[in-house]
């Protein structure tokens, strides 16, 4: 029973992170692009100011909720416990990114105004981008680990 409580907290708080990535992307990262920089700055700045507060909390204990999975699984359901394991290294790598590569994007960006704008905005944005799209690929792949692993456990 404990187990089950673990995977069902496991899965649903990726599903939350996974969720977090993928919303954004879907309703407005897809077009940035074609933002002007006066619009582009308003959303990154309420973007940040709404998430930060959010995912903050939520990326860490979405992964550390996976951690009682792996030991709980590690001798008796060694199916489980490998897609756990991928699953968890795939949400470092995403949990990484967000550290090393997006979040200082996102600082940066924070200090600009209109009339401040670097002249490698462009390429920052799309930097961020590109990153972003990763951590998606990421937590996606990382949750749909979960979910088979506890779904498709023979043990």
């Known amino acids: 029973m404990t187990l089950k409580l673990f995977e069902i907290l496991s899965i649903l708080l990726a599903a939350l ?10 309703a407005l990262s ?3 692009r074609t ?12 973007m940040s ?3 930060a507060s959010v ?5 860490p204990v979405a992964w550390v909720s996976m951690v009682p999975v792996l030991f709980l699984s590690h001798r008796e359901k060694p199916f489980l416990f490998s897609l756990t394991l991928i699953g968890i290294a795939l949400f470092a790598v995403a949990l990484l990114v967000t550290l090393i590569v997006e979040v200082p994007i996102v600082k940066h960006i924070e200090t600009w105004t209109v009339s401040t704008l670097p002249d490698n905005w462009r390429e920052l944005r799309d930097r961020w981008g590109s990153f972003h799209l990763l951590r998606i690929v990421a937590s996606l792949a990382g949750l749909v680990l979960l979910v088979v ?7």
């Open 17 to 26: 992170v996974t969720g977090m990535f993928l919303g954004p992307w879907l």
């Open 55 to 59: 995912m903050t909390p939520l990326m």
């Open 30 to 32: 897809r077009s940035i």
């Open 35 to 46: 933002l002007t920089p006066e619009v582009f700055l308003a959303v990154v700045h309420r």
């Open 149 to 155: 692993g506890v779904v498709f456990d023979s043990k």
């Open 49 to 51: 100011a709404n998430m």
